[in-house]
């Protein structure tokens, strides 16, 4: 579930420099200052641990009750070349006492372990944005390896900026001078000393870091001491430093009651698919390849055994899919992850499920494409290849998550529909929602809907000679799913496979008439999947008027959306936002939605597929605004889209300055599909 | 429906477990005939083909097997000899080109109750399904593989396959085939399979004693059966099917004996070879060397392998039987005794609550 704030569309937070004054502390310590919301990001060399830090900063955060939103990003090297641009690794995070949408269009403070930190990043920051660096690292040949000729921290290049320059690596090794540990090893830890630091400037509990630290290195007495005392030190430091004036303060956000935590997109799409398959009563069989950034779901699956979940890691993507074919042919919930270079192999594999006709989740985690791509980094583009990737008429329904959290909800639900209507499902989630996390209501299982794989057991039919007989391919006249009759079930075998088969009896047959009834009852049973309609958050203005502009979005780009649709309506535009959950089929009353707005919107991580795929179905002009950076939209480019739109919008008194036949599309031109026509 | 296996403890034992344990038996005195797993399809082979004889073979012995017919599923790729399962009146999938060793492994690791067979052919499990097909071997999943070697590609109308010779003219290499072939056994025991033999699908009998040790091995059994496509590839295993001329050429390997063969006054033995290496001299000039004495048991596949290079392009001495048959705990019953005991641990099947406890993790809070 998503976290709403009482007042949803409260404009963007305000700032440092423009809350409250500080106020003195009980404690006796420094004074603190209440900010609504602050924006960090920590960056560093790849193996500086930097997501480390940032996961823990998180952790913190979320025991706080802050609302927040994180964004992880790191290169597709493991060790790239050190202290280079291409080897920086960040982690940057929202936090605040009020709704957060996204991780932030920009941080407000920015902790540079290195130069090559810094140069990353440093365009993303506003004039007046604090940094933190760590000056040890500013050395010579540091500052070379990414072109700069002097020190940024001593040029005056950053006077707009508030620069702590602080001698983190070296705090760190006096700090562990008696620990034993050799200078380099001791170096390691000034993650862990930038931690601390943090962590008193932002008032955050620390016990469960420190609960952290001994678990993580309870095996290395020496080095868990060493990241404790570092932790400790930097948390000190803060404290005493003249440095730091005021430390801030951000108040817990006013979250609905019940029980939280903070989880992010893939271990949440783990635990939605294992939650889903306990409700089916069905053992859940995942085969799956590693593959950025989709192999977390499978380690998360691979340590819940003992909920009745196998994991076999394959030789390859087409074994990995095969292998979940399989084991839901033998009565289990198949399951395949993967991104978008994997879901091309497993193309042929899912078409053989589309004709078998049996329950298999596919879960395709996108990231940045053609070819290998950007391994580590979000997109959307896959949504055509899970909608028509495969070879023939093969439909398919396809599901989007929306936010790290909805994961959860979205694998329920690809796992609902594929076991109730016998039919393989691709669920869509992405780079940015897979490591990307926020706070978390948690579900009750015994909550969740009841899934019924409804196994065939007894005979449903009757042979050409009149006695009782399986038919393999008699549907139930409400879903059109055939029955899904398992191995081990006296007088039910049958073989299936992947030629066209006849109408109920499921034999061969290439009889064209056949083929087309069969085609179209393929392409029935997926049009026929009950959808909801689509929410439509279109408030009414006080003087009755209403939105004539339409911001639709599908999966990750649900956080920015909200974001600048909040942000837009506080500048008084009136603007409509939808969300799709449901590529295919799409929920009902779309195409009316559509046309009743004057435009719709429709930012999407790609060339404009969702658009291409609205403007066929629907003959609707949606105006398209695709982007492939890699990275999240923001919610400031996305509010600047819908302000365009709105002003840019002519008077509807006026007639339409643009050309008739885009301007009206309409009216006859709208036919029904072939598929329509044979429901 | 129950789909929760039987709990196995793995001893760790040589021949402890035989393939079919574990799946369901027909009651005490019921026996099942080869009309039981004859379906009513129309067999579509070409005449005269040699998948005919397999598919007799196979049906006349699964009632050896006294398993409930409910229990066994064959699942096939793509190719003449994949469309078998319509044949068999089992639980059947004729799947993709390549992928059936795939699907089994996820079918056979879900079920501990089914006797899986594959049936494939020498360019789906060679060359399209390759890597499945090794896999599998390495990995041990108690299966059946059944590759019908026409050395010929039927289905798509005789183009030369990965075990055609070198120089085989066909329609897609009308200069020759350039392409040096696999030899299935060699591979097979180069990828770690735990079980391997050959036979001839003219050779009911022989077909059938190695169909027998197949299903009794518990994990892969890999079974090469050298198979006649009479349309694309006619009389590629002539030379062995001949009376006369199969008595000189056929190496019938029995564990435990002396590898000997060849026509009466014309024996054969398999010696060793200075270079550790085997090979088939006539047996009045063996002399004082070492006749190989076959091992099917033997850990080391090494003999067992040199055994497998004895066969050439000439066919003029070729081993069948059963070249490999030890014993290694099986991937799909290490699976479920990992899930097993996870759940045995915790007490049973998760409740609502277990997964609860799951999904809240360790580091919550509360708001009120
Ligand atoms: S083409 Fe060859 S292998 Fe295929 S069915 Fe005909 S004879 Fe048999």
Not at chain 1, 168 to 183: F, N, P, Q, Y
Not at chain 1, 298 to 327: N, P, W, Y
Not at chain 2, 98 to 107: E, K, Q, V, Y
Not at chain 2, 153 to 179: C, F, H, I, R, W
Request: glycine residues 10%; proline residues 7%.
């Amino acid at each position: 579930m998503r976290l709403e704030s009482p007042t949803p569309d409260a404009p963007t937070a305000p700032r440092a420099d423009e809350s409250e004054a500080p106020h003195a502390t009980g404690s006796g310590g420094k004074p603190v200052q209440r900010v609504s919301g602050v924006v960090i990001r920590f960056a560093g060399d790849s193996g500086d641990g930097m997501q480390l830090t940032g996961d823990r900063f998180t952790a913190e955060t979320a025991t706080m009750g802050n609302a927040l939103a994180t964004l992880p990003s790191f290169p597709a090297e493991i060790r790239a070349p050190q202290g280079t641009l291409l080897g920086v690794s960040s982690f940057q995070l929202q936090f605040a006492d009020h709704v957060v949408l996204t991780p932030g269009d920009s941080p407000d403070v920015l902790v540079a372990m290195n130069p090559a930190a810094l140069r990353a990043n440093i365009a993303d920051l506003p004039r007046g944005g604090v940094i933190i660096a760590d000056s040890d690292e500013f050395t010579k040949r540091s500052l070379q390896k990414v072109g700069y000729t002097v020190s940024p921290l001593e040029d005056g290049s950053l006077e707009s900026f508030q620069v702590h320059a602080l001698p983190l690596t070296s705090m760190t090794v006096e700090a562990l001078k008696d620990s034993g540990l050799s200078r380099k090893d001791s170096e390691r830890a000034k993650n862990m000393f930038a931690l601390g630091m943090l962590s008193w400037l932002y008032d955050r509990p620390t016990q469960a870091t420190e609960k952290f630290i001994a678990t993580k290195f309870a095996k290395k007495p020496a080095v868990r001491d060493a990241n404790l005392t570092a932790f400790r030190a930097g948390w000190a430091f803060g404290e005493t430093t003249e440095g730091f004036a005021v430390r801030y303060e951000v108040a817990p956000a006013e979250h609905p009651a019940g029980t939280y935590r903070n989880i992010t997109g893939s271990t949440a799409l783990a635990y939605g698919l294992a939650s889903a398959a306990h409700k089916a009563g069905l053992p859940l069989v995942l085969g799956s390849y590693p593959i950025t950034p989709a192999s977390d779901i499978l380690h998360a699956l691979s340590g819940m055994k003992r909920f009745g979940v196998t994991t076999l890691q394959a030789e390859d993507e087409i074994a990995g899919v095969g292998i979940a074919l399989g084991a839901s042919f033998g009565g289990s919930l198949g399951v395949t992850t993967t991104s978008g270079p994997g879901l091309a192999l497993k193309a042929e594999t899912i078409g053989l499920a589309v004709m078998l006709e049996l329950p298999l989740v596919v879960v395709d985690v996108q990231r940045g494409g053609p070819s290998t791509g950007l391994p580590t980094k979000t997109e959307q583009a896959d949504l055509l290849q899970a909608m028509y990737g495969r070879n023939g008429e093969s439909p398919l329904p396809v599901v989007a998550a929306s936010s790290p959290t909805d994961c959860f909800t979205a694998a329920v639900e690809a796992v609902r529909i594929a076991v109730t209507y016998r039919t393989p499902v691709i669920l869509l989630s992405d780079g940015y929602l897979a490591n990307g996390s926020e706070p978390w209501a948690l579900p009750k299982v015994a909550d969740l809907p009841a899934i019924d794989p409804a196994f065939a057991t007894a005979h449903n039919g009757a042979g050409d000679d009149g006695t009782p007989a399986f038919r393999p391919y008699l549907r139930d006249p409400e879903t059109l799913a055939r029955p899904w009759a398992v191995p081990g079930t006296p007088g039910l075998a049958h073989r299936i496979g992947g030629l066209e088969k006849a109408d109920i009896t499921g034999e061969i047959s290439y009889e064209p008439e056949n083929h087309e009834r069969m085609t179209g009852l393929r392409q029935a049973k997926v049009d026929g999947v009950s959808v909801p309609p689509l929410e439509v958050d279109d408030p009414v203005a006080p003087d009755g008027s209403r939105a004539r502009v339409l911001v639709l979005g599908w999966g990750s780009t649900y956080g920015p959306i909200a974001a600048a649709v909040r942000d837009a309506r506080a500048e008084g535009l009136q603007v409509a936002r939808a969300h799709l959950r449901h590529l295919n089929p799409f929920p009902p009353g779309l195409g009316d939605v559509l046309r009743s707005y004057d435009r719709v919107v429709l930012p999407e991580m790609n060339g404009g597929q969702l658009a291409l795929l609205l403007r066929a179905r629907y003959l609707v002009d949606v105006q398209s605004h695709g982007r492939v950076r890699g990275r999240p939209f923001t919610a400031g480019e996305l509010t600047d889209v819908v302000r365009d739109a709105v002003t840019q919008l002519p008077d509807p008194q006026l007639p339409d300055p643009r050309p008739a036949s885009a301007a009206a599309p309409s009216a006859g031109g709208v036919t029904e599909s072939p598929q329509e026509a044979r429901r | 429906m129950t789909t929760t296996p039987t709990r196995t403890t793995s001893l760790g034992l040589p021949g402890v477990r035989t393939g079919t344990e574990g799946v369901p038996r027909l009651p005490e005195g019921t026996n099942l005939t080869k009309k039981d797993f004859t379906a009513a399809n129309e067999v579509r082979w070409c005449p005269g083909c040699g998948d005919y004889a397999v598919l007799a073979a196979v049906q006349g012995f699964m009632p050896e097997l006294g398993l409930r017919k409910e229990n066994i599923v064959c699942v096939s790729g793509i190719g003449c000899s994949s469309r078998f399962p319509y044949y068999l009146d089992t639980y059947g999938m004729h799947s993709i080109h390549g992928r059936a060793p795939a699907i089994a492994t996820g079918l056979a690791t879900s079920r501990a109750d089914l006797s899986v067979w594959v049936v494939t052919g020498d360019g789906d499990a060679l060359s399209i399904g390759g890597n499945h097909l090794i896999h599998a071997m390495r990995r041990n999943v108690n299966m059946t593989i059944l590759l019908f070697n026409n050395r010929i590609y039927g289905l798509t109308k005789g183009q030369y396959s990965p075990t055609s010779e070198v120089g085989k003219v066909t329609k897609s290499t009308p200069a020759g085939s350039v392409d040096a072939p696999f030899n299935p056994v060699s591979l097979a025991l180069g990828a770690e399979a735990t079980f391997v033999a050959r036979t001839l699908d003219s050779d009911r009998k022989h077909l059938t004693s190695v169909l027998r040790a197949a299903a009794e091995h518990r994990g892969t059994s890999l079974v090469e059966i050298y198979q006649n496509c009479p349309i694309f590839n006619d009389g590629a295993f002539d030379v062995l099917k001949d009376r006369d001329e199969a008595q000189a050429r056929l190496v019938r390997l029995t564990d435990g004996e002396q590898v000997r063969f060849g026509r009466e006054g014309e024996e054969k033995v398999v010696v060793r070879t200075a270079g550790g290496g085997v090979e088939a001299v006539p047996a009045a000039e063996a002399g004082g060397r070492e006749v190989v004495v076959h091992d099917t048991g033997a850990l080391d596949p090494s003999q067992a392998f040199s055994l497998s290079r004895l066969d050439g392009p000439s066919m003029a001495h070729v081993p069948v039987g059963v070249f490999r048959s030890v014993s290694r705990p099986t991937y799909d019953d290490l699976v479920r005794d990992q899930v097993d005991s996870a759940r045995e641990e915790s007490g049973g099947p998760a409740s609502d609550a277990d997964l609860d406890a799951l999904i809240a993790g360790g580091d919550t809070w509360v708001v009120r």
